[in-house]
């Protein structure tokens, strides 16, 4: 509820501030004509077409990542010499900035979705593997000992014992990656110009000079994307790993 009442509160300054014209309206179009644009693209099937090319990119990039980065975390948190080996290149690797590489990707992807997949699996990569890590990490020893001691194989370890503990933290990285990814593939698209997407429609609004209403729109609509994304990983570590107090809060 108070939720609510923060957007609510937000919606009434927003729309202040185009109808006193402390802003022009031109540059910032009210709330009132801002929302029903939005629900009308949302009911769009051309709209739906350029959401759907950026969550495809967002949903893509995040699931190659989360496949690299669960597996690689828990080796590095299980195994210090891993750690050991592996954290200057880790290090290395995870100081270039995604939008560095951009160039690099448009040169040898093109400007299609294989670009955008492999900047937000790139971006989205970091957050999963360091919250897969710091869960290994905060498993309680005794149980894997336990686990040991009765001779369970190290695979059924990491899966009985391991993962389902640090699962709080990993679905903690899956609810961050998720949001970066959705800003990095939107981002991507509006940078290089590709020919679908939501920063696509975005760029070409941009260009008409005309059409202030739909670009606000579509971000409140790309807002609504990631509100969603965000209270849908939250619902699901509540659901299911409500035991454990290090869940999404």
Not at 99 to 110: E, H, S, T
Not at 137 to 166: C, K, M, N, Y
Request: aromatic share 8%.
């Amino acid at each position: 509820m108070r939720g609510l009442i923060g957007f609510g509160v937000l919606a009434v300054v927003y729309e202040g501030l185009s109808r006193l014209e402390l802003v022009d309206p031109k540059l910032l179009p009210p709330a009132t004509v801002v929302l029903p644009r939005a629900a009308e693209m949302a009911l769009s099937p051309a709209f739906l077409v350029e959401l759907w090319a950026t969550m495809q990119a967002v949903l893509l990039g995040v699931g190659i990542a989360f496949a690299i980065a669960v597996p690689v975390g828990l080796l590095i948190g299980s195994y210090s010499s891993v750690a050991t080996a592996t954290t200057p290149i880790v290090d290395f690797v995870r100081s270039v900035p995604g939008i560095a590489i951009i160039p690099l990707l448009v040169l040898v992807l093109g400007q299609g979705i294989s670009m955008k997949v492999c900047i937000v699996a790139y971006v989205t990569v970091w957050p999963l593997l360091f919250n897969t890590i710091y869960g290994v990490r905060g498993v309680d020893r005794v149980a894997v000992e336990t686990a040991r001691s009765f001779h369970v194989s190290t695979l059924r370890t990491w899966l009985q014992v391991i993962l389902p503990s640090a699962l709080p933290l990993i679905l903690t990285g899956l609810r961050l990656a998720l949001a970066t990814g959705l800003t990095v593939a939107i981002a991507a698209e509006i940078t290089v110009g590709t020919q679908d997407g939501i920063g696509y429609f975005i760029l070409l609004q941009s260009y008409s000079g005309m059409h202030h209403d739909r670009i606000f729109a579509a971000v409140v609509l790309a807002g609504l994307v990631g509100f969603f994304l965000n209270w849908l990983t939250v619902v699901a570590s509540r659901r299911w790993i409500a035991w454990d107090s290090r869940g999404v809060q």
